[in-house]
């Protein structure tokens, strides 16, 4: 354990003058940090009413940044990832292909390596040269940018894709499914391999879902179980920091937590004696407490080391709430269902925490959890803070996806987009104090039923395509989603239906 042993936050200096590429750089550049959370649901923050938990470090940025009521990603992390990095929402088509995990699974030598990637990278589609990736954009301004935890995009990725997607350096997993355990014999760091000797679990250290006492022991048998991935991924992120304080930089944390199965190396304190919770939510509570604190661990340093002034830290999360701990009647999976056995469904019959027993409620009151496009599989956290530039405890009921990042950034760092992204600047709800966007807007988001489209002054249509039928809301007065307006607003529900023709292919319609 000692080789992983965590490090304090160096200063972080932010330089004017020439860039990598020779190019004068405008004065006050901020560096960026930019925490990506896997699974996690708005409930699960304390800022947003979680009562088992307190999440003090994230509620903070909510206190002293802007966030945004309705920010949406997409019903799982490979599509959301892809998204963000591109800046084109996942209706597209010709954007990306999501490869299938599991490739990378018991990969021993560069030699296995190098066989999968050149099967992957032949058939991997790329963005045009000259259409830039988020990290290009970056790069384009004269940072050196990072991704450290999970993969760049798709269930695999090579180290070809990471470097032409812009990252100077990268560590982490390439395949979705190992990136699943947290005890990996191996990660990878730029081009190498990066063994870790002390972890022998044949599996990684997989977690177990369903609570019993037999998957209690399993979880709790450290053996072959010493580097947690988390741990690492934070001293590595210190160190990127720490040798390049000196230039601007954008490192971007694509952390796994609080993504199943559980699995963590103790019980938080605060939650440790909790008689109200059972073994497994603690631990999968302990995960969320894990990113909570290593979040802390930056803005400490940054603070104590008086530069938090110089550096824009964004808290988003991939997709909406996922249930990782099943325990008696309560939560119920494989296929999900209420506590008295009903299946739900993608259009009559949504999960809803009191239906499921979830105790945390972490799809924060709304309708669905991952996978589907209800507003709790869908709707995610988001915030900005930059302190001294960004209203502090602002919310902006502005309508934002993921892919709002890219142009964002681009129009703060003066970085030209010679292709047209789907995403919008947010600098002028950010910097300029605007409560909307000029232009009336509309977020597409995909999902195995059917595309949703959401505008931005509050309407929601959800189309099934199996089903072939509309089902149109208003989310300001309606958040579960339970009012069906199609007659009595038949102009929006036409308005709408043409947005999704013109954007997204409707089977059959």
């Known amino acids: 354990?000692?080789?992983?042993?965590?490090?304090?936050?160096?200063?972080?200096?932010?330089?004017?003058?020439?860039?990598?590429?020779?190019?004068?750089?405008?004065?006050?550049?901020?560096?960026?940090?930019?925490?990506?959370?896997?699974?996690?649901?708005?409930?699960?923050?304390?800022?947003?009413?979680?009562?088992?938990?307190?999440t003090p470090n994230i509620d903070r940025l909510f206190k002293e940044g802007s966030s945004f009521e309705y920010a949406y990603g997409c019903i799982y992390s490979v599509p959301a990832r892809a998204s963000l990095l591109t800046g084109y929402h996942d209706c597209r088509v010709g954007k990306w292909n999501t490869t299938l995990g599991g490739k990378m699974k018991n990969i021993n030598s560069y030699e296995q390596l190098d066989s999968v990637e050149n099967e992957l990278n032949s058939s991997r589609i790329d963005l045009p040269d000259g259409d830039l990736y988020l990290p290009q954009v970056f790069k384009k301004a004269g940072y050196v940018t990072a991704q450290v935890g999970k993969l760049d995009w798709g269930s695999t990725s090579t180290r070809q894709q990471v470097r032409k997607h812009g990252w100077?350096?990268?560590?982490?997993?390439?395949?979705?499914?190992?990136?699943?355990?947290?005890?990996?014999?191996?990660?990878?760091?730029?081009?190498?391999?990066?063994?870790?000797?002390?972890?022998?679990?044949?599996t990684g250290g997989r977690g177990f879902e369903k609570e019993s006492p037999e998957n209690y022991r399993k979880r709790w048998d450290m053996t072959g179980k010493n580097v947690y991935s988390q741990n690492l991924f934070l001293e590595k992120m210190l160190n990127f920091i720490r040798t390049h304080s000196e230039e601007p930089f954008f490192l971007f944390h694509s952390t796994q937590l609080p993504h199943g199965p559980v699995a963590v190396p103790a019980v938080h304190p605060e939650i440790k004696d909790n008689k109200d919770l059972s073994e497994i939510e603690k631990e999968y509570a302990s995960m969320v407490k894990m990113l909570d604190d290593h979040i802390g661990i930056l803005i400490s340093e940054l603070?104590?080391?008086?530069?938090?002034?110089?550096?824009?830290?964004?808290?988003?999360?991939?997709?909406?709430?996922?249930?990782?701990?099943?325990?008696?009647?309560?939560?119920?999976?494989?296929?999900?269902?209420?506590?008295?056995?009903?299946?739900?469904?993608?259009?009559?019959?949504?999960?809803?925490?009191?239906?499921?027993?979830?105790?945390?409620?972490?799809?924060?009151?709304?309708s669905g959890k991952k996978w589907s496009n209800w507003e709790g599989g869908v709707r995610v956290p988001l915030v900005f803070c930059w302190p001294g530039k960004i209203e502090e405890g602002k919310v902006s009921n502005q309508t934002v996806a993921n892919y709002d990042l890219l142009p964002t950034f681009a129009d703060l760092l003066n970085v030209r987009l010679l292709a047209p992204k789907d995403g919008e600047s947010l600098l002028p709800i950010l910097l300029e104090g605007e409560e909307q966007l000029a232009q009336k807007r509309y977020i597409f988001i995909s999902s195995g039923e059917g595309p949703t489209v959401?505008?931005?002054?509050?309407?929601?249509?959800?189309?099934?395509?199996?089903?072939?039928?509309?089902?149109?809301?208003?989310?300001?007065?309606?958040?579960?989603?339970?009012?069906?307006?199609?007659?009595?607003?038949?102009?929006?529900?036409?308005?709408?239906?043409?947005?999704?023709?013109?954007?997204v292919k409707l089977d059959g319609i």
């Not at 355990?181 to 972890?199: A, H, V």
Request: aromatic share 12%; proline share 6%; charged share 25%.
């Open 1 to 54: 354990m000692k080789r992983y042993l965590l490090s304090s936050i160096n200063l972080l200096i932010l330089l004017p003058g020439i860039s990598a590429q020779g190019k004068e750089l405008p004065p006050n550049r901020p560096n960026v940090v930019f925490i990506y959370a896997d699974d996690l649901g708005r409930g699960m923050l304390s800022h947003y009413g979680q009562k088992y938990i307190s």
């Open 168 to 202: 100077d350096y990268y560590c982490g997993y390439l395949d979705n499914h190992r990136a699943q355990t947290y005890y990996p014999s191996f990660l990878f760091e730029n081009d190498t391999i990066l063994r870790i000797p002390e972890n022998t679990h044949p």
């Open 303 to 366: 603070n104590k080391l008086g530069i938090l002034d110089r550096t824009i830290i964004v808290f988003g999360a991939d997709n909406g709430h996922e249930t990782y701990y099943t325990n008696g009647k309560r939560c119920l999976k494989s296929p999900n269902r209420d506590m008295e056995g009903r299946h739900f469904d993608a259009w009559d019959y949504p999960y809803r925490s009191d239906r499921t027993g979830d105790r945390f409620d972490g799809n924060n009151g709304l």
């Open 454 to 503: 959401i505008s931005s002054d509050g309407w929601k249509l959800r189309y099934h395509k199996g089903l072939k039928k509309f089902r149109l809301h208003y989310l300001p007065n309606d958040p579960l989603e339970e009012k069906i307006l199609n007659k009595q607003y038949p102009n929006i529900l036409n308005e709408l239906k043409s947005q999704l023709k013109k954007n």
